[in-house]
């Protein structure tokens, strides 16, 4: 028991480190953003350690859902460089993490923005989404493929992108046959997507 408690902390440590998760600001319509940068999410070190749920949970519960209770919210999820195997943590553990959710604060999200999705990630949602995640999670979700269109509902003062997140958005601007799979990134890319939405052909045409 003793073991397990000492990783656990160490897990949330590592968390609070590499902040994937950041309550930052609020969007143009006055909600509190939840900002989740997948590529700091150090899934591969967490699996290592064993109880890493447990520990991504326990971060939430002291971190983050205290502050977003009973409060409308959004979250801002950056999909871009995220890895199989360095910082995707699986379907399954984020779909236990999302029915984890407090009711006070599941209640509260208004919106799912997802940032840099990719293909392989739009056609996983439209196809298997709505069978892996709730039906009241199901509609929120916004496809943003490009930072310009994130700021249409965001305060570019109220949250923080990180530079390679632009770097990426700028190198989509000239080589824009990555968003279809057409052409490699180079960073060979698990596309595996977090969250459905239920609007395929609007997604694929990339309109949050």
Known sequence: ?????????????????????????????????????????????????????????????????????????????????????????????????????????????????????GLHARLFLATLGRFLFSAGLYGKVRYVSRLEFLWEHMRRGEIQIPEFVHDHDEELEHRPLMDYGLESDHHRLYEAPVMDSSASMHSLRCIS
């Open 1 to 117: 028991m003793d073991n397990l408690e000492e990783r656990v902390s160490e897990e949330e440590i590592l968390l609070e480190k590499l902040e994937p998760f950041k309550i930052q600001g609020r969007d143009k319509r006055g909600r509190r953003i939840l900002r989740i940068i997948g590529k700091f999410f150090p899934a591969r070190m967490m699996k290592g350690m064993g109880g890493g749920e447990s520990a991504m949970m326990a971060y939430l519960e002291k971190r983050i859902f205290p502050e977003l209770e009973g409060k409308p919210f959004v979250v801002v999820y950056v999909h871009t460089y995220v890895q199989r195997s360095d910082n995707f943590p699986g379907v399954a553990a984020l779909r236990s993490v999302y029915e984890a959710l407090p009711p006070s604060v599941r209640d509260g999200l208004q919106a799912f923005y997802f940032v840099h999705p």
